[in-house]
C-alpha cells in the first residue's frame, strides 16, 4: 500500500461507522437534499425546511449520529435559505450574505469540534501529501473547460446579465472578490461539510450524489440558470472525488478558481465586449 493510501485510509473521514441499515440512513439523507432543491430552486421555503423536518424527525429513530449529522447539514441550508442568494456585490449585500455563509459553514465546524468531539469536520490546507503528476496536470484542464464551456453558456444563453455590469475598477475589484470567496465557500460546505457527513453514513457514491444535488441547486438560485446544471453537477461529483483522492482543500479550491477565473473573465467581456475579446461563442 502507497504511504497516500495509508494516509488516506487512517484519515478518511468517509468511512461508515454504522454497520448496517445503509438503505434506511438513505431516506432522510436523501429529504435533506429534497430540502436544498426545495429551497433553492424552487424556492418554496415552507416546504424545504418541512422536508428537513420530517428527514430529522426520521434520522432521530435511525441513529443519534445521523440525526447531528444531518442537522448540522441542515443548519447550513436553514442560514443561506434565510438571506437572499444573488449576485448583487454592494456592501450590503456582501455583509449579509458574507455572514449567512459564515455560519453555513462555521456552526457545524465548532459543533462538531467541541460539542460532539468528533472532529468529523476538517479543512485540511496541508494533506502531507505531494500532488501526483496527474493531478498537477489537471488544474490547467480545469480553466481549458472553463475556456470552451463558459463563453458559450453564459453569453449564448444570456445568463451573464444575472450578474451586474460593472466597468469601474471597484466594480470589477469587487466582482473578482466575489467570485472567489464563493467558490472556496462551496468547497468549505458541500465537499468539506455536507459531502464529509454524509459520507460517515452512506457509501461514497451516494454522499456524492445527494452533495451534488445540493451543491447544484445552491449554484441554480445564485444564477446559473438555463443548461448550466448539465456541467455543474458533474462538477461537483468531481471535486468531491477528488477530495477523496487527494485529502487536500487546498487542491479542490485551488480546481475551483482556476475555473471561477474564467468565469470572472467572461463576464467582465460578456458586459463590455470590447475587453478581453479571447473567448469563442
Not at 26 to 37: D, E, H, R, W
Request: charged share 10%; hydrophobic share 55%.
Amino acid at each position: 500500500m502507497s504511504q497516500r493510501s495509508k494516509t488516506e485510509s487512517a484519515a478518511a473521514p468517509g468511512a461508515t461507522t454504522e454497520p448496517g441499515g445503509t438503505s434506511l440512513r438513505l431516506i432522510p439523507a436523501t429529504l435533506v437534499s429534497a430540502s436544498g432543491f426545495m429551497l433553492f430552486v424552487r424556492e418554496d421555503r415552507l416546504i424545504g425546511l418541512i422536508l428537513l423536518a420530517v428527514a430529522l424527525v426520521l434520522a432521530g429513530f435511525i441513529s443519534r449520529r445521523l440525526l447531528i449529522d444531518l442537522a448540522l447539514i441542515g443548519v447550513g441550508l436553514t442560514a443561506m435559505s434565510a438571506v437572499p442568494i444573488t449576485t448583487d456585490i454592494s456592501t450590503g449585500h456582501m455583509l449579509v450574505m458574507g455572514t449567512a455563509m459564515i455560519l453555513a459553514v462555521g456552526i457545524p465546524y465548532m459543533v462538531a469540534r467541541f460539542a460532539t468531539k468528533d472532529h468529523a469536520i476538517t479543512f485540511p490546507v496541508r494533506s502531507g501529501q505531494p500532488w501526483t503528476t496527474a493531478e498537477k496536470w489537471y488544474l490547467p484542464v480545469a480553466p481549458l473547460l472553463g475556456y470552451t464551456v463558459l463563453p458559450v453558456y453564459m453569453i449564448g444563453t444570456g445568463v451573464y446579465r444575472n450578474w451586474p455590469a460593472v466597468s469601474d475598477p471597484e466594480g470589477i475589484g469587487r466582482l473578482f472578490l466575489g467570485t472567489n470567496a464563493l467558490g472556496i465557500w462551496d468547497e468549505l460546505f458541500f465537499i468539506c461539510t455536507v459531502f464529509t457527513l454524509l459520507r460517515r453514513h452512506l457509501p461514497d457514491w451516494q454522499a456524492n450524489l445527494l452533495q451534488a444535488v445540493l451543491f447544484t441547486s445552491f449554484l441554480w438560485e445564485l444564477g446559473f440558470h438555463a443548461w448550466a446544471p448539465f456541467f455543474i453537477f458533474p462538477f461537483a461529483l468531481l471535486q468531491a472525488k477528488l477530495f477523496t483522492i487527494t485529502r487536500s482543500l487546498t487542491y479542490i479550491v485551488a480546481v475551483h478558481l482556476l475555473f471561477d477565473f474564467v468565469l470572472f473573465l467572461v463576464l467582465v467581456h460578456a458586459h463590455n465586449r470590447a475587453w478581453i475579446d479571447i473567448f469563442l461563442y
